[in-house]
């Protein structure tokens, strides 16, 4: 989607309190025939009640099995490694019955595709009592006052008509907004919402974020907010993970990252972000080439045989990630950020080369494909 959506309400840090969840060098690998896939590969990270983490990556980067490995919502075929800290418990050994009692009024989860995430045949009303009753314990009546509160504090108009209302009655955004009614019922402390609004207009996409900002803050929840959309993140997220291929390459407090970023591959994301004063009919900057094989990474920089500033070093050896000097919030992996020497150098002559090719065309960021780029 284009834009990037309203400004950051800063919500402040609750008094006393340190993060709500911790996870450290989080591992995920799937088992399949040709070996084991490594979705997650050591992924670090933190957030406190009441802030909201935008994690942004391209399809396939590990962004829904990162949070599913945290929602405990992993298929048997799974390996999960690695420490996850919510709320001072420490569930990395925790089974599938015990994550239960977690789910809804701890995490919740909303789906991509809220005709997946609804049940087609129970009326909307229903599918949010069920949760409140059976979670809250809330007997029958009370449960219903309630889920026509909740449909009304997401902007479902008439919540006393709609809450009879099959799924396949409401238009997508208004079924997106029952799928956050859904989630929110039991009052979760952290919130995954992964591609909330991919399928949906422009338009509508902007509203359904905007809600659920405002129920984040009023909530004082925290938000994981999962997007391949850097501009979706950008102006509602307080802090932002760029994740390839299971890593997180960048991460940085948002206002940081768009000022000061330093991994070519968030400048790639950036420049796929459709803007304003873009003339229409302006074509985008895609990200030529293909992400690693999974089950058999290549040794050096996972990114190294898209990246235009690639130089041998990145195909030999793996950045790790690193702080930026002075400033131990900015992390990023990479050997020639955007703004060294090295990389500014090979910039310059693209720049040159694409004006020499076409003098008028605005001068923009390079267009990533490396030698494989397509
Ligand atoms: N059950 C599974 N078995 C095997 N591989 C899987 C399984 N689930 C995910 N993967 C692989 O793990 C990798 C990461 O997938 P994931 O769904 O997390 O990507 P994503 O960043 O959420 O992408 P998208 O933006 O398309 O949703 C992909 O290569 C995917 O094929
Ligand atoms: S410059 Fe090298 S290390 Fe940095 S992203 Fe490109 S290939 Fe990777
Ligand atoms: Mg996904």
């Known amino acids: 989607m284009s834009g990037t959506g309203t400004a950051l ?39 406190q009640r009441g802030r909201t983490l935008g994690i942004v990556g391209e399809s396939g980067s590990g962004k829904s099995v990162l949070s599913r490995s945290i929602m405990g919502l992993l298929p048997p ?20 019955s015990r994550y239960r009692d977690l789910w809804g009024t701890e995490m919740a989860m909303i789906f991509q595709d809220p005709m997946t995430a609804l049940n087609p045949v129970m009326r909307i009303g229903r599918q949010i009592t069920e949760s409140l009753r ?16 909740l449909l009304r504090s997401v902007r479902i108009p008439e919540p006393e008509k709609r809450f009879r209302s099959y799924p396949h009655e409401m238009s997508g955004g208004m079924r997106q907004r029952v799928v956050i009614a859904v989630a929110l019922a039991c009052g979760p402390k ?47 997220a307080h802090e932002i993970a760029v994740m390839y291929a299971g890593r997180v390459v960048e991460r940085a407090p948002t206002a940081e990252l ?30 030529g080439g293909l992400p690693p ?34 400033n131990p919030e900015h992390q990023y992996a990479c050997h020639y950020p955007v ?7 090979i910039k310059d002559r693209m720049i040159a080369q694409q004006m020499i090719e076409d003098p008028s065309a605005p001068v923009s960021p390079p267009v990533i494909g490396g030698s494989d780029g397509r």
């Open 134 to 149: 059976f979670h809250l314990d809330m007997d029958r009546s009370t449960a219903q006052e309630t889920a026509v509160e």
């Open 77 to 96: 075929t799974a390996t999960r490694t690695g420490r996850i800290g919510f709320e001072g418990m420490d569930l990395s050994e925790w089974t599938d």
């Open 339 to 345: 703004d060294s020497p090295e990389t500014i150098e």
């Open 258 to 287: 768009f000022a000061n970023m330093k991994m070519p591959y968030t400048e790639a994301l950036l420049a796929a972000i459709p803007k304003l004063a873009d003339p229409p009919h302006t074509r985008l900057a895609a990200i």
């Open 293 to 326: 094989d999974l089950v058999d990474p290549p040794p050096g920089c996972p990114f190294a045989p898209r990246c235009p500033y690639a130089r041998e070093r990145c195909h030999r050896e793996r950045p790790e990630l690193v702080a930026v000097d002075g």
């Open 190 to 236: 952290l919130l995954f919402a992964d591609e909330p609004t991919t399928a949906l207009d422009v338009t509508v996409q902007a509203q359904v974020l905007d809600l659920l900002a405002e129920q984040q803050r009023d909530r004082f929840m925290a938000m994981i907010l999962v997007t391949h959309d850097l501009g979706v993140v950008a102006g509602r």
């Open 9 to 47: 309400q800063d919500t402040p840090h609750a008094p006393g309190t340190g993060a709500l969840l911790e996870v450290e060098d989080l591992r995920t690998s799937f088992a399949s025939p040709r070996g084991e896939v490594g979705a997650v590969n050591g992924v670090s990270l933190s957030i």
